[in-house]
């Protein structure tokens, strides 16, 4: 575990970078992440209060954009989408409708597709009417190209600009052999308009997604199939094996490192392990790999590796900005905090550190949805803590389980991943974040997990952390370590007398080697294990003319240097001194 987290605390300048957010789009391809490593610096913009301000798209990113713009008094601001889906994704097709379909699975099929279709009206208008507050003009209009400064239209009109957003969203890749002719091939926005009790099959392609909707289509009476092709970054993980097998134990039939073959109006024909499957169906949804949707720039469409991911721009075009989903976020929570992040930088010139926006949980929504927080690195990392919701009485109560996993650093003493999987995933996550800012020792680990409530499973993380955390001391309790400062021997002279830890011969000795401040330091650290341990050794320090120093000791002293830290390590099985020059003695 510990390796994954020191490569990307190694590599932490490439992550406030956004060099994360481009390795999704990479994995597993390795010439994409020869590309992701690439950070290109464009230059800033000058903020001006009159600039002309033109934002692409009406989805979440874009309205808190706008807001932030209506804040910072922007009055030269148009807006251009290319429908009138107020809200975009979230509110239409996205996190929403599968909220609500949640919520009211007691239900039949048939009643919460009749409320469904009525409450994603009643929310896009709500949507709508915060966008009028605004006041910002409404141009609903295709975007084909940007060329220079004007936004081309599919009207063959065009828009200037000083400075462009773009919130288009992303889009999912159609596999070759999926007729884009397909009459029962559906897309997303228009899943949540089949009627209850077909036959649906997903087609995934590195797109873990497809489980909540899965999952969300059994409660609109859909027999529901899962084709997962491609590559899995999630697979080794045990909260994600757990969550498929949930999901699996709901109905789902899901068929895992899949080959797709050939698909018609009346069959999809697939590959596993060699053998052939065709499946009879009535819809096809496809959710293959999400990539940013971005128009032509300049005569050529640019892709997530082509941007300075802390200005969101393109080094060539400071002036055009990429926002949520286009930047290639994919979260709505990810995009709000981006986008005010990009205001941010555009009023004080700060650039943009991704590390936040990375660090936002990932969320699978299903009757147990699949939680997750923590570092990238966590995605690699295998030694999981596992605990079961039943070990807390509210779930006993409520007749709910679920099981938490987390990585606990003991050198911190905090929580650096969890994953949860739970009904109330998406709300105990949200705790659960807040508290891995702080040691598990801090008292806000128990009073934030009140009893009775189901965050009380982080009382548990806590306890069962420092448990781990007291065996790991009593089992080093045989080692005392210690740390001293070496003092200052700069004006040392055998004429006006030695220290206790210094003869007039190793003086000597030290003197005439290549590096006597380092030979004077391991005789300081060698006094000292004597004092603190009372290691009584007949030893002789010096430093051949490579710079290696040689002791003479008896067996069983390991003395360690650090000529760049000017700091030595000297250990025994049952003491360690570590001694550093102080800087006057440098």
């Avoid at 989903?325 to 709000?336: K, R, T």
Wanted: proline share 5%.
């Amino acid at each position: 575990m510990s390796l994954p987290r020191h490569l990307f605390k190694a590599l932490d300048p490439l992550l406030v970078k956004g060099f994360a957010i481009k390795l999704r789009h990479a994995f597993p391809d390795p010439i994409q992440m020869l590309r992701a490593l690439r950070q290109p610096h464009g230059s800033d913009v000058e903020f001006k209060q009159d600039d002309s301000i033109v934002l692409v798209g009406m989805g979440i990113a874009a309205l808190t954009c706008l807001r932030q713009l209506k804040q910072e008094g922007f009055k030269n601001v148009r807006i251009i989408a290319k429908t009138p889906l107020y809200g975009g994704k979230c509110i239409n097709y996205g996190c929403m409708p599968a909220e609500f379909v949640s919520a009211h699975r007691y239900k039949m099929p048939d009643e919460i597709f009749r409320l469904l279709q009525d409450f994603i009206v009643e929310l896009r208008s709500d949507i709508h009417k915060q966008f009028d507050e605004l006041g910002y003009p409404v141009l609903i209009e295709n975007v084909e190209s940007i060329q220079d400064s004007n936004v081309l239209l599919s009207s063959s009109e065009s828009v200037g600009f000083d400075r462009l957003i773009l919130a288009t969203g992303s889009r999912y890749l159609l596999p070759a052999q999926i007729p884009a002719c397909l009459s029962k091939l559906v897309p997303i926005p228009l899943f949540w308009h089949i009627p209850p009790g077909r036959k649906l099959v997903i087609y995934a392609e590195d797109n873990i997604a497809a489980l909540s909707i899965a999952d969300t289509a059994l409660s609109l009476g859909h027999s529901t199939t899962i084709l997962l092709a491609g590559t899995n970054p999630l697979a080794g993980l045990p909260s994600f094996r757990y969550f498929l097998r949930e999901v699996r134990a709901q109905g789902v039939s899901i068929h895992e490192n899949i080959h797709l073959v050939n698909v018609d109006e009346s069959e999809i024909c697939f590959e596993k392990k060699g053998q052939s499957t065709s499946l009879a169906y009535d819809h096809l949804l496809n959710i293959g790999k999400p990539v940013p949707n971005i128009p032509a720039i300049d005569g050529r469409v640019p892709e997530i590796f082509d941007m300075d991911m802390t200005s969101s721009s393109l080094p060539s075009r400071p002036d055009i900005a990429f926002l949520g989903d286009c930047a290639g976020l994919f979260s709505a929570s990810a995009a709000e905090n981006h986008a005010k992040l990009l205001m941010r930088y555009w009023k004080s010139g700060k650039r943009l550190n991704l590390l936040d926006l990375d660090k936002a949980p990932v969320l699978l929504n299903g009757r147990k949805s699949l939680a997750m927080a923590g570092d990238d690195w966590q995605y690699v990392a295998r030694r999981w803590n596992e605990l079961d919701f039943r070990s807390i009485a509210w779930s006993k109560a409520h007749r709910l389980d679920g099981k938490l996993w987390y990585l606990f650093n003991e050198e911190s003493g905090r929580v650096e991943a969890l994953h949860i999987c739970h009904k109330q995933a998406a709300e105990l996550i949200n705790i659960g974040a807040a508290l891995m800012e702080y040691p598990i020792h801090e008292s806000v680990w128990m009073t934030t997990s009140h009893h009775s409530s189901s965050a009380e499973i982080f009382k548990v993380v806590a306890e069962k952390a420092t448990a781990a955390m007291k065996k790991m001391d009593n089992s080093e309790e045989k080692v005392r370590a210690y740390t001293f400062e070496c003092p200052s021997i700069h004006d040392l002279h055998p004429s006006s007398g030695l220290p206790d830890w210094l003869t007039i011969e190793r003086f000597n000795q030290a003197m005439t080697s290549i590096f006597p401040n380092l030979v004077f330091l391991v005789y300081y650290g060698l006094w000292k294990l004597h004092t603190v341990g009372g290691c009584v050794a007949d030893y002789q320090a010096s430093m051949d003319d490579k710079g290696a120093i040689i002791i003479a000791r008896p067996a069983g002293i390991d003395i360690l240097v650090d000529q760049q830290m000017n700091r030595c390590r000297i250990s025994t099985d049952s003491h360690v001194v570590t001694c550093q020059l102080m800087p006057a003695f440098v």
